[in-house]
């Protein structure tokens, strides 16, 4: 499997992505909003794009869908839900289905809302695990969920799905977010060693050539999978005085969401 991240420089700071067969150059576009980037790469490489797929329905995902498949003819792939959402998708995705690319490569539907409720990650099938998590989980971070979401099943998501993955998986997110989201970590838990030392790697770091981080890393930095850390919930305390003696997890999450919202 090749992967391609593809800065697009734009406000948003978006991460596109290609994933090539290295065997017959057949090619899946994640979330291609820069199409002519996208297109271009592509073309560069020697790659078809056969597929285009959407990791949920905002625009800054979906916006280049039209461009692309008018240029490639590719199939459009998202979750089964999103159908009155992004127009014109040939797949509907559920949870387990896999997504092949040329004959080398195989992508896993992971059904993970929070974000949105119609969102999907894709677990590789490879050696090493990459997962392609568009809005649900950022480098050090995890997406809000203020366009139709929901913070309880973003916990769900997490707590269920993303941290019983490999502690060795690839991680490769919707944006270029890292710097803020370790200055949040850190406000949320002041001693954080890792998270102190990644932010002086990362917070001039170039886009184009971003760190990628692991699921092993991001548990030592991400403070949304922190929820039992007692730094991070003395802190929570501050901001929250009615909290209960026992804290549950799910509290934690909700809580941290809630403060990030406005941070």
Known sequence: MIVEQIWTANT????????????????????????????????????EITQVLNTHEHGDH????????????AKLLAHANAKHSIPGIDRGLGAGDVIRVGNMVELESLDTPGHTMSHVCLLS???????????TLFNAGAGNCHSGGHPAELYQTFSGQLARLADDTLVYPGHDYIANNLEFTLDREPDNAAAKKLLGSVADQNPENPLITTLALEKEVNTFFRLHNPSVIARLRENFSDLPR?????????????????W
């Open 62 to 73: 979906t916006g280049g869908n039209k461009a692309v498949i008018a240029a490639t003819g």
């Open 12 to 47: 948003y700071r978006n991460f596109n992505y290609l994933i090539a067969c290295p065997e017959t150059g057949e090619t899946l576009a994640i979330d291609p909003l820069d199409h002519e980037k996208c297109l271009s790469k592509a073309k560069d490489k020697g790659w």
């Open 125 to 135: 099938h490879t050696d090493q695990p990459a997962i392609f998590c568009g809005d």
């Open 246 to 262: 026992e804290l549950d997890a799910k509290t934690v999450f909700l809580k941290l969401r809630e403060l990030r919202n406005d």
